[in-house]
């Protein structure tokens, strides 16, 4: 029932980095699959971490992850940027093409913002 809900978070996301230090991290939304993160390095792409919290849909927004780590996002009216509304520092993310490839390095790093 849950993952019905994600319906108008679906697609790839890209995190807006905030720091040239910080790495390119993509969250995949889909009701199918339901949430997944990854995290590479900026440079190389050497994947840095893969997770699959959990996530619960409400009036709010989304809420990913659980308990003291769960962050809650609000969906921007033009369904192109989520935004973190409990986190300590500003956190964005932006919505790749559906018709390209986040595999492009160059694509993905472009999302993330070089810095």
Known sequence: MEARK????EGDWVLQRATK???L????????????????K?????????KLPGF???DAGLTVGEGHGAK?????????????????KPM?????????????RHYARQLAGSL
């Not at 900026?42 to 893969?50: N, Q, V």
């Open 6 to 9: 994600l319906t108008p978070f």
């Open 21 to 23: 230090y910080d790495p």
């Open 25 to 40: 991290t993509i969250m995949g939304i889909w009701r199918a699959k339901q949430i997944r993160i990854w995290s590479f």
């Open 42 to 50: 900026f440079e190389t792409m050497d994947r840095l971490s893969y």
């Open 56 to 58: 619960e849909v409400t």
């Open 72 to 88: 809650l996002y609000s969906l921007s009216a033009d369904k192109k940027i989520l935004t973190c509304l409990t986190c300590d």
């Open 92 to 104: 964005t993310w932006t919505k790749a093409d559906p018709k390209k490839d986040l595999s492009d």
